[in-house]
């Protein structure tokens, strides 16, 4: 399978636990995003890397997460001290230099207890 | 802020029976109008990208047009396997994308 790849798919933590989620990107695609989904919404964009350079972060990006993309090549997303508004479907998305799409991976669906 | 507006927010269509979702928006500086479809439990799958007023693409059943203040997405002849959430996202002059809530299509047989 050669699309955006997420792991874990599903992720059930006690309030105040950490977190780390990974996202493999297409292997070709060097800008890479994280977005955030709750039920009944669309995605909502946390932050964006192109290669490993984090260029653009979300007011909703509070101090408790945190992303890196080592190489520019997978990231990982961390929430600390989760929280139960943390509770969401965590997407992580690719795209190329040739043009603008962005391709989901299947997400990260959070539940905080 | 960009802002996107999806109406209705669900539709029920009889197998066959066309119809079209509206996708409004403001932007500063369009630099691409996106449609995904979205399975429950599953990430946005892309269909299309549109970038000026008069463009449309078609995939299948699907039609995307594009205005200079709103999407349409047509579907001609659905099957119940149309059945998903179809998200509409707008690029600005950043690098996200802002999406709509969706629109919720159900085609009964």
């Known amino acids: 399978d050669t699309g955006v790849s997420q792991d874990p798919r599903h992720k059930i933590t006690k309030r105040g636990q950490n977190v780390t989620f990974r996202c493999d990107p297409i292997s070709e695609h060097n800008r890479l995003y994280w977005y955030r989904q709750t039920l009944g919404q669309g995605p909502e964009f946390l932050t964006y890397?192109?290669?490993?350079?984090?260029?653009?972060k979300s007011r909703l990006l509070s101090d408790r997460f945190s992303a890196e993309r080592p190489k520019g090549s997978f990231s990982t997303l961390e929430i600390q001290r989760t929280e139960q508004g943390d509770s969401a479907m965590y997407l992580c998305a690719t795209s190329g230099t040739s043009g603008y799409e962005q391709y989901f991976g299947p997400g990260t669906r959070l539940t905080v207890t | 802020e960009d802002q996107v507006t999806q109406s209705p927010e669900a539709l029920r269509l009889q197998e066959g029976e066309s119809s079209s979702l509206n996708c409004s928006y403001t932007?500063?500086?369009?630099?691409?109008l996106f449609w995904y479809r979205q399975d429950p439990g599953k990430g946005p799958e892309f269909l299309f990208t549109?970038?000026?007023a008069g463009e449309e693409k078609e995939k299948e059943r699907l039609k995307a047009t594009l205005t200079k203040k709103e999407s349409f997405l047509h579907i001609t002849a659905p099957k119940p396997e149309d059945s998903a959430t179809y998200l509409c996202?707008?690029?600005?002059?950043?690098?996200?994308?802002?999406f709509g809530t969706g629109t919720q299509l159900k085609v009964e047989l």
């Open positions: 932007v500063s500086g369009l630099r691409g």
């Open positions: 549109l970038y000026s």
């Open positions: 996202a707008v690029r600005g002059g950043g690098n996200k994308l802002t």
């Open positions: 890397f192109q290669n490993e350079a984090q260029l653009e």
